[in-house]
């Protein structure tokens, strides 16, 4: 996908983290107080629903310009400082993107920061649908793309709300989704050009957690391997909380394997970063069957994924 998946099964990824102990160490055994938080599912099934009506949001297109401006008057709206970086991006086929960041800051005097982020943007090109005729054809994104700034915006709406005098960022980047397999390099664009290019001078947050593809029906999230290597301690804190909150089905204390994805741009920049990510080692892919199919839509959504998803980074926000 946007992702340039490494096989990696679970032994090899444990021999590849030199044995780490915070992935063998079951979640639930990890006892955190519990914390009411407020998420509401069915709201960022509504934000999720609203990214996907506006078309593919496949960059250099009307729909991508109207979901672009859309984004940045929500997060204002929530009464985030939000700062819009552009930039016009090559493509791996030579293509130039114009592609829009969007960073969102609450509390932004407070220290401790961390960053959430997802990408908004769609692929180009159904080309794992399983009719070859599909394969020209852009997919709409509802999971791929849509689902994780769906989480990030009701969480931007309750932070509107409540922040807690905590100082959070909300990233959207753009140009994810237009790679090829084979060059890891043409992922990741917009995220790429963010850490190289920081919006705010010398940014540098104390950790960071990328939701991608979090919305679909029967999700599993394994942890996932360059997480695993970069920030142990918080991939292990955000399962502990999820099988807390009684999503441990959802969130199995298991490895799955090595994603080339936003998160690693972040990692290379020297930011701890986890990747939570629906990724089923059992399926042949990996990914969710609908991935980078002309089926990425609104049917395959659940909003109890997105709930369980929201509620435990809103809970880990909480805590931290």
Known sequence: MQKTLLIIMAALALAGCGGKKATQTAAAEITQPSVEVAFDADSAYAYVDRQVAFGPRVPNTEAHRLCGDWLASELRRHGADVTEQRAVLKAFDGTDLQARNFFARFNPQAKGRILLLAHWDCRPWADEDPDPANHDKPVDGANDGASGVGVLLEIARQLGKDSGGKGVDILFVDAEDWGTDGDEDSWALGARHFV????????MPDEAILLDMVGGKDAIFCREYFSEKAAPALAQKIWAIAAQR?????????MGGAVTDDHVQLIEHGIPTIDIIEYNPDRPSGFNPRWHTVADNMEG????????????VMQYLKER
Do not use: C, D, Q, W
């Not at 190289?196 to 940014?203: D, F, I, K």
């Not at 959504?301 to 435990?312: D, F, N, P, R, W």
């Open 196 to 203: 190289e290019n920081p919006p705010v001078e010398g940014y």
């Open 246 to 254: 009684g999503h441990g089905g959802m969130f199995p204390n298991r």
């Open 301 to 312: 959504i659940s909003a109890k994924t997105l709930g369980a998803v929201g509620e435990t």
